[in-house]
């Protein structure tokens, strides 16, 4: 019996020009019917980013750093991986359901679904990193060998969720509640993840216990990550039982969905 998670692979690997095609088209129909077309992936996530500053940075915080670190820098960090991460999510695991219809009519592996919207929301997210950089410019961050962890956890982005998606897709198509479940699950992981106010608050004041708790969150392992290679901290290694929690969570993601999705694809259509 093939490895689940090898045979999900090899699907994504021989069919990545057709998932790179079908992302770009995907980009082109969802901004052609708008006058301002794709400047909107530019334009929507600074409306936010503005609108979170201004509560928690000025009216929340006052405007003090955050361990010395300019609130707004500390806050963008932490933001421009999430309006990847949220979307992606949410779309990734809808993608299946959106679009087995066509694909049950045509010799196409339905696990390069959520893969495809992963690359479409990649694009923004290219941009959005290219204007964090330049931020990091303008408040003159001093570079530091952290910063080429950087990719370690952009790596870990991926896999993480890559690997989510996968099962994701499969319970969304099958138990469609899951899909409003998991909408209102993002919605609360953005407060619960270290991206509009600092954790140590926490642990000043109750002790390290809630902050353990809240690091059971994966995304915490990744906002946490980027930060500390931007603004320097420490290596990601540093945390052994915390990289073998966040690694061993991917990994049986991984294989339980690779396995799950393999089982009942056959079978998506009889769910519609």
């Not at 949220?86 to 390069?112: A, C, D, E, R, T």
């Not at 408040?139 to 990719?151: A, C, G, H, L, P």
């Not at 901290?233 to 396995?259: H, M, P, Q, R």
Request: hydrophobic content about 50%; charged content about 15%.
């Amino acid at each position: 019996m093939k490895n689940p998670v090898v045979q999900i692979l090899k699907e994504q690997t021989n069919n990545w020009d057709l998932i790179y095609r079908m992302a770009t088209f995907e980009i082109k129909g969802m901004y052609q019917i708008h006058y301002l077309g794709a400047f909107w992936q530019f334009l929507s996530p600074a409306i936010q980013i503005t609108i979170y500053w201004f509560v928690f940075g000025l009216g929340l915080r006052g405007g003090d750093d955050v361990d010395g670190t300019p609130f707004f820098l500390w806050l963008i960090i932490g933001l421009i991986p999430w309006f990847f991460i949220s979307p992606s999510i949410i779309q990734s695991s809808n993608s299946v359901h959106q679009k087995i219809g066509l694909v049950s009519k045509m010799n196409f592996p339905v696990s390069l679904l959520p893969t495809i919207k992963l690359v479409s929301n990649s694009f923004q997210y290219l941009i959005m990193t290219g204007i964090l950089l330049f931020i990091i410019v303008l408040y003159d961050v001093e570079f530091s060998i952290y910063m080429f962890q950087f990719f370690y956890y952009l790596f870990c982005l991926y896999v993480f969720l890559f690997s989510f998606s996968l099962l994701s897709s499969t319970i969304a198509t099958l138990v469609r509640d899951y899909q409003m479940f998991l909408q209102s699950m993002m919605r609360m992981l953005l407060y619960l993840t270290p991206i509009l106010w600092d954790t140590s608050l926490i642990t000043d004041r109750f002790g390290p216990t809630i902050e353990n708790i809240l690091k059971l969150n994966p995304f915490f392992y990744i906002i946490d990550g980027f930060r500390n290679s931007i603004l320097g901290g420490e290596w990601f290694y540093e945390d052994v039982v915390y990289n073998l929690y966040f690694w061993s969570l991917t990994i049986v993601l991984l294989y339980f969905g690779s396995k799950i999705h393999l089982k009942f694809r056959k079978d998506f259509v009889d769910y519609l």
